[in-house]
């Protein structure tokens, strides 16, 4: 059985056919400059061939005409008809709080959708114009949504309400909704697993640590609270996001620089974070070699990516009341051995001891603590794709029975 997953951006587009036999991509692509000039769309094989397209493509429709005829394609195609794809499961950012769950899409979901635009007017559309651009293509196979929200859903109001006046939240939605939710879920599965316990019965503290960065405490598989916030610019200092700021910081700024509200919302998610304290980059590999050869604000945007992942895990501990494992995961999490060694360094009043050679690893999913720890130290590569797949293939199996 397969699933094709897809990931729609502004102007790219990202997919995978996943065989749920094997649970592993068996063709994969990225369409990029959707609107733009000098549109392309790279499609692979996992066998090996590989295909590159150059042409028009100038809507959301046309890059998914292009998809599903590369999938076909008799040279480098992965299936024989369309009709092999059992349902397609879709990345939404933001479900507000009208879902806590993925859902299958009808009439009334794709309504509800449209009404959780204002909450991310980037993201949103783009999500929404890929679904209805498969709607139209593969009219009777089903379209399931998997929100970057929805997992955080189970999170209590003295985690969500921020100090304002009430109606803030009554009126315009504000509240904290927290992101990476299907990532955070994905470790979080496969950490209970690793650790051959009842996901019901674990503590977990799960830090997806890539361009965009977020903390999750989760007990027995809830997301109980999360370092995100009303928007994914909120909590740790990321590659060119600030993270939680003193919110004085930002009427101050816009009155030096006579920012608008737009300018002001771009310099904090494009120009700050790791890439405006170091002045280097907001690529960590980059940031890491400058930091080496001496460059001081390199290595202070490194100090205060660890200070801050290493405050959330202290704050989390005490939120949750204990935690059973730290689960390292995301680009950062998955490969910066050393980041993970100063994070985690200082921490045995937790019981967390690291295992400095086991940590030397890069992205394979293992236990890199010592024997005798207390709290376990998790590295599982995260895999958004094959949880947007179960979740689809679970929906969708149901509502056949139904
Ligand atoms: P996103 O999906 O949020 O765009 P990723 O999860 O792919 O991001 O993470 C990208 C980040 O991971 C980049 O900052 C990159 O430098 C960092 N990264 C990848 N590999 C390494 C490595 N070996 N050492 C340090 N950082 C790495």
Redesign the pocket.
Known sequence: MKILVINCGSSSLKYQVIDMDTKNPIAKGLVERIGLSGAVLTHSLTAGKKNIIKTEIPSHVTAIELVLKALVSPEYGALKDLSEIYAVGHRVVHGGEKFANSVVVDDAVMAALKECIELAPLHNPPNIAGIKACQKMMPTTPQVAVFDTAFHQTMKPESYIYGLPYEYYENYGIRKYGFHGTSHKYVSQRAAVLLKKPLQELKLISCHL???ASISAIRGGRSIDTSMGFTPLDGLMM?TRSGALDPAIVTYIMCRERFSCEQVNDFLNSKCGALGVSGVS????DI?VAAEQGNSRAQLALDIFAHDVKQFIGSYAAVLGGVDAVIFT???GE??SH?REVICRNMDYLGIHLDVEKNKV?GEEVDVSKPNARCRVLVIPTNEELMIALDTLELTQKKSLQ
């Open positions: 890539g361009n965009g590659g907001s690529d960590f590999r890491e995301a680009g950062v490969n910066a980041m890069r």
